[in-house]
T-cell receptor
Framework: DTGVSQDPRHKITKRGQNVTFRCDPI?????LYWYRQTLGQGPEFLTY????????KSRLLSDRFSAERPKGSFSTLEIQRTEQGDSAMYLC???????????????FGPGTRLTVL | AQSVTQLDSQVPVFEEAPVELRCNYS??????LFWYVQYPNQGLQLLLK??????LVESINGFEAEFNKSQTSFHLRKPSVHISDTAEYFC???????????FGAGTRLFVKA
């Protein structure tokens, strides 16, 4: 399967613990996105990478959140000192800008569901 | 800033009936428009998109959406739904030339036998 993969699929943790999620994008894609989706809502943009550079972070991404994309391949999203409000589905997507329209179709992974007890 | 409003949180419909899922957007600049579908326990999949040209766009499984600039709408329609269409549908907007995609809250389509 050559789609976007995320690991783990599910994570249960206690409040105050740190967690790290991994995303492996489609191999030729240079753009990578992280979103958060809570119950009954659509995905909310968290951050965006072009290659290894993190070009934008949402205000939703507090100081407890950090994302990296070393070497412009896989990405990790770390949450420190988790809170119950962090419980959500964390989605990763990747894309490659194409053609003159500069439209980039985003391909989504299955997500990591985080539950903070 | 852009925003997306999906007017119905849930739409129950009988199999083989027509359905329309409504989407309105707000933007001061030109945008691309998308519909994504999310089946249970799966990631989002692009259903169809409007980039430019014909305002009526179609998917391979019978859905269509029409971009209406004057009404700032991008409603999704299907003339005859199947049980397998049961899923959550998200309308989304992206500024042309931009990278960020803004999603609506989603509409849960429930097709009953």
């Amino acid at each position: 399967d050559t789609g976007v993969s995320q690991d783990p699929r599910h994570k249960i943790t206690k409040r105050g613990q740190n967690v790290t999620f991994r995303c492996d994008p489609i191999s030729e894609h240079n753009r990578l996105y992280w979103y958060r989706q809570t119950l009954g809502q659509g995905p909310e943009f968290l951050t965006y990478f072009q290659n290894e550079a993190q070009l934008e972070k949402s205000r939703l991404l507090s100081d407890r959140f950090s994302a990296e994309r070393p070497k412009g391949s896989f990405s990790t999203l770390e949450i420190q000192r988790t809170e119950q409000g962090d419980s959500a589905m964390y989605l990763c997507a990747s894309s490659q800008a194409s053609g003159r329209i500069n439209y980039n179709e985003q391909f989504f992974g299955p997500g990591t569901r985080l539950t903070v007890l | 800033a852009q925003s997306v409003t999906q007017l119905d949180s849930q739409v129950p419909v009988f199999e083989e009936a027509p359905v329309e899922l409504r989407c309105n957007y707000s933007s001061s600049v030109s945008v691309y428009l998308f519909w994504y579908v999310q089946y249970p326990n799966q990631g989002l999949q692009l259903l169809l998109k409007y980039l430019s040209g014909s305002t009526l766009v179609e998917s391979i499984n019978g859905f269509e959406a029409e971009f209406n600039k004057s009404q700032t709408s991008f409603h999704l329609r299907k003339p005859s739904v199947h049980i397998s269409d049961t899923a959550e549908y998200f309308c989304a907007v992206s500024v042309t030339g931009g990278f960020k995609t803004i999603f609506g809250a989603g509409t849960r389509l429930f097709v009953k036998a």
